[in-house]
C-alpha cells in the first residue's frame, strides 16, 4: 500500500502569512493527487485534485504543486476562514490513503 | 443537489457487526464514473478511506480491514450499505460516506455525509 507523509503534523501562522504544506508518497504517484480542509467538527472540504488543479469555488489564494512523491499545498495570504486541518490523498490506486493531516493554527 | 447521510446505531459492542447506511440524492450510483466511498475519523486522528463501490459494482477495500468489510449498494433506494464485522473499541471514530467523482483516470471526494459517530464499548 501507498503511504502518505505529511509534515509538518501542526503549524503556527498569522493572517497573512504565506503557509506551505508538504505531503510525501511512499512510492511516485505521478499527479493522482488530492488535497481537502476540515475543520473542527465537520466533514472534509475538497479542496484540488491531479496535484494542481482548483475545484470550482475555491479561492486561488490555495494552490497545489508537485508529481511523483512530492506535492505541496500552498495558501497565500491566510485569511481567517483557513484555520483548518489539511489532508493529502492518494487516488493513483487502490487501496487509497491519506496523509496525518497538517492542522494549521493561529498564532 | 447533491447530497449524502449515514445512518446506523450509535453504539455497538465489541464482536458485535455494524451495518452503516448512505443514503444519498441528487446522483446515481448506476451513472458511468459515479462510486461512492467510506472514509473514518477516529477521534482527534487522521482520515482512512475504508471502501469503495463503484458505477459497475466493483468494490475496494483497505487492506487491514478487508476480510471484515462488505460494501454494497441498493440502486433503488438509493443507498450504499458498509458493514464491518467483529467490532473492536479501536474501532471507534466517525464514520463518512462521500461520492467519488471521477475525471478520466482521477478520483475525489466531492461530496461528504455530514458523519455519524460510532462508539464500541460494551
Known amino acids: 500500500d501507498i503511504q502518505m507523509t505529511q509534515s509538518p503534523s501542526s503549524l503556527s501562522a498569522s493572517v497573512g502569512d504565506r503557509v506551505t504544506i508538504t505531503c510525501r508518497a511512499s512510492?511516485?504517484?505521478?499527479?493522482?493527487l488530492n488535497w481537502y480542509q476540515q475543520k473542527p467538527g465537520k466533514a472534509p472540504k475538497f479542496l484540488i485534485f491531479?496535484?494542481?488543479s482548483l475545484q470550482s469555488g475555491v479561492p486561488s489564494r490555495f494552490s497545489g504543486s508537485g508529481s511523483g512523491t512530492d506535492f505541496t499545498l500552498t495558501i497565500t495570504s491566510l485569511q481567517p476562514e483557513d484555520f483548518a486541518t489539511y489532508y493529502c490523498?492518494?487516488?493513483?490506486?487502490?487501496?487509497?490513503?491519506f496523509g496525518g493531516g497538517t492542522k494549521v493554527e493561529i498564532k | 443537489q447533491v447530497t449524502l447521510r449515514e445512518s446506523g446505531p450509535a453504539l455497538v459492542k465489541p464482536t458485535q457487526t455494524l451495518t452503516l447506511t448512505c443514503t444519498f440524492s441528487?446522483?446515481?450510483?448506476?451513472?458511468?464514473?459515479?462510486?461512492v466511498s467510506w472514509i473514518r475519523q477516529p477521534p482527534g486522528k487522521a482520515l482512512e478511506w475504508l471502501a469503495r463501490?463503484?458505477?459497475?459494482?466493483?468494490?475496494y477495500y483497505i487492506t487491514s480491514l478487508k476480510t471484515r468489510l462488505t460494501i454494497s449498494k441498493d440502486t433503488s433506494k438509493n443507498q450504499v450499505v458498509l458493514t464491518m464485522t467483529n467490532m473492536d473499541p479501536v474501532d471507534t471514530a466517525t464514520y463518512y460516506c462521500?461520492?467519488?467523482?471521477?475525471?478520466?483516470?482521477?478520483?475525489?471526494?466531492?461530496?461528504w455525509g455530514q458523519g455519524t459517530l460510532v462508539t464500541v464499548s460494551s
Open positions: 462521500a461520492r467519488t467523482f471521477w475525471s478520466g483516470y482521477y478520483n475525489y471526494f466531492d461530496y
Open positions: 441528487g446522483f446515481s450510483v448506476t451513472t458511468s464514473e459515479m462510486s
Open positions: 463501490i463503484d458505477w459497475n459494482d466493483d468494490k
Open positions: 512510492q511516485s504517484i505521478s499527479n493522482y
Open positions: 491531479a496535484a494542481t
Open positions: 490523498q492518494h487516488n493513483y490506486r487502490t487501496p487509497l490513503t
